[in-house]
């Protein structure tokens, strides 16, 4: 076999046969006195590791799927030069697969009275915080026969955010917010509720906003414009009951709601409206209320974090209950909840009177795309009955929708990648009608 350094030194000491050592032992099964005092001198050399000095910087929170570099500083305030192994531990969900001991494990030599900064790189794959653990440190001799080991509690947290992949559609659904506010060259007629201004009538307009006293004093026909209101309160309801916890696709889907009241607080936020957040199943969640327009998206997504569902069924009189103590007055209650027929029938549909004789009711839920794509599945007996349930399912879910569309609430039924993008054009819809 080939001699390491440490290998030749034991076999030139005389100690065991050099096939029976490996460079990783730290203790000996038969020496010599040769050997004992070497042994005796590098344990002696080895620097001590508690009295070592470890604080930390870096990241303190990210968004799902980026990185997050924490920084741990060692100080070694011994007289003895640091040669040591140091293993950074932080949870499982902190590293991408089978990326841990790469990431985690450094090797660094820090010289007596001085220090050195190691980088742990982290690839969260869950919300949440993220807490370290424990630091552990190896101080090796300078010859690396014995080796002095030690833990040290450096605490330290990564708050993992949600990702809010949807941001891609901000920017088309903000022009056409300018459209339908009269900012852009493209002037949409008649919309909204609130006054604009007077201009001369042209083909096509709607003649009941025609200003006749205003048109007695000149020699055309004039018109009022109007805008989409502002200043209207939009309360948004995460149901993080039993059914947000069914996965579609990689994640469940409490995550695509959560991703669909992001961007539809972005929105909502920039028209110049008032957006609260309220998380719900037997009891508050999270509650955000009352944060400017600049405050709104950060504040909801710090909430949104740590969320999780729970295996409980949701309280949905408890839920309209406490929706209506947050909305006092006239809202857009946006609930991101299930179109299951049982829980829509048993739980939601005894309350929800109470919701729409005074508020705008507009719920969202995340379709399974792989229904879809079962439905049209042929070719064989099982994909045939495959196909029976997915329709069967499809079926269910449609009949629940238009019940919920006769109580006078707004349904959008997506998948997680299109539930986003649409839940914020139904919005639109709704202020561009002036139903806010």
Known sequence: MALTGRTALLAALGSLPVGVWEPGWTGLLAVNAPLAVACACDFALAAPVRRLGLTRSGDTSVRLGDPADVTLTITNPSRRTLRAHLRDAWPPSSWQPGTEIGASRHRLTVPAGERRRVTTRLRPTRRGDRQTDRVTIRSFGPLGLFSRQGTHKVPWTVRVLPPFTSRKHLPSKLARLRELDGRTSVLTRGEGTEFDSLREYVPGDDTRSIDWRATARQTTVAVRTWRPERDRHILLVLDTGRTSAGRVGDAPRLDASMDAALLLAAL?????????????????????????????????????????????????????????????RRSLIVLLTTLDTAPVEEGLLPVLSQLTQRHTVLLASVADPHIARMATARGNTDAVYEAAAAAQAQTERHRTAEQLRRHGVTVVDATPDELAPALADAYLALKAAGRL
């Open 268 to 328: 909502a936020s920039r028209a110049g409206d008032r957006v609260d957040l309220l998380a719900y199943d037997r009891r508050v969640r999270a509650l955000v209320q009352g944060r400017s327009a600049g405050d709104v998206l950060p504040s909801l997504v710090n909430s949104m974090a740590t969320l999780e569902p729970e295996l409980v069924e949701t309280d949905a009189r408890g839920l309209a209950a406490t929706a209506l103590r947050f909305a006092p």
